[in-house]
């Protein structure tokens, strides 16, 4: 029995994971699953890089986060994993259903208030992806570089300097107007979609900007809602009692946690255990 109790959520939507890659957080994310009891899961894209995986790394962290969400299904949770563009390979499984596993490239979801949400990624509006997506993958590449910049740079201003962390992709892509725009242009169009369409509410992932706000045309209004990522904003959208929010990960929760929390307690089984683990998990799924 947890020594914590799990906050209880409606919806849970989770974007931008990148699970394989060396900027995935999955230690954080992996506190964060552990610490929430949702009725229903949307994985909204991106949730393993398959762009950038490697057999040569894929931690025991990232591993447990696959096995935690294998556990919510084995308790019935719903989960719709929906397909992004760096897990763009499990477009050829759209329509696959696995217990309470749906795989699926966009969600709409009447809610309990009567209004109704439309889950999708988001790469369909990058040009990029639809004309370049060599250029983009080498953008990822860059991306996950940058990263780990970043980290060794935090490190020095944080032990050797005393100072707060800081974001160099963030830094860069407030002073490129370009990349502004596209962020912009990006929102209003999942925005007019959703108003042509009577959606109340249009949630998507993709550019890793988590983002809670109203947006209106000539046609109408909607609430546009982003869940961020787990690369730098550390982020997710939670709906509880028909009302959504923005979650923001403090890392002052695991040090909170690690005295008397089991939520840290994760079994530290090696890699072997944890794949057996992971079988058997799905082998109880298979068989409900």
């Known amino acids: 029995m947890d020594k914590v109790k799990k906050r209880k959520l409606d919806i849970l939507v989770l974007s931008d994971v990148h699970l394989g890659t060396y900027g995935c957080h999955a230690t954080e994310i992996l506190h964060y699953l552990k610490s929430v009891k949702p009725k229903i899961v949307i994985l909204n894209g991106d949730i393993i890089d398959i762009w950038q995986f490697s057999k040569r790394y894929w931690p025991k962290a990232h591993m447990k986060v696959i096995k935690q969400i294998l556990h919510w299904m084995s308790k019935g949770v719903k989960i719709y994993y929906i397909t992004g563009n760096h897990d763009e390979m499990l477009r050829k499984f759209v329509g696959f259903k696995m217990g309470s596993l749906r795989i699926v490239n966009k969600v709409i979801l009447p809610l309990e208030n009567g209004k109704t949400a439309w889950f999708f990624h988001g790469d369909v509006f990058d040009i990029t992806m639809q004309h370049s997506k060599w250029l983009a993958k ?26 707060g962390k800081l974001s160099l992709s963030k830094k860069i892509k407030n002073s490129v107007k370009s990349a502004v725009k596209f962020i912009n242009s990006f929102e209003q169009t999942a925005a007019d979609i959703a108003i042509e369409n009577k959606y109340d509410f249009v949630v998507c992932g993709h550019i890793h900007q988590p983002e809670m706000r109203e947006i209106s045309n000539d046609q109408g209004k909607t609430m546009y809602l982003n869940s961020g990522d787990w690369i730098e904003n550390l982020t997710a959208l939670e709906y509880v009692n028909n009302e959504w929010s923005i979650y923001r990960f403090n890392e002052n929760e695991i ?7 089991s939520i840290t307690e994760v079994d530290d089984l090696n ?13 109880l799924m298979r068989q409900k």
């Open 138 to 163: 080498l953008g990822a590449i860059g991306y996950d570089t940058l990263i780990l910049i970043n980290r060794v740079v935090n490190f020095i201003s944080e032990k050797v300097f005393k100072r």
């Open 255 to 261: 040090k909170l946690d690690n005295k008397e929390s």
């Open 271 to 283: 890699d072997g255990e944890l794949f057996d683990n992971l079988v058997e998990e799905f082998n």
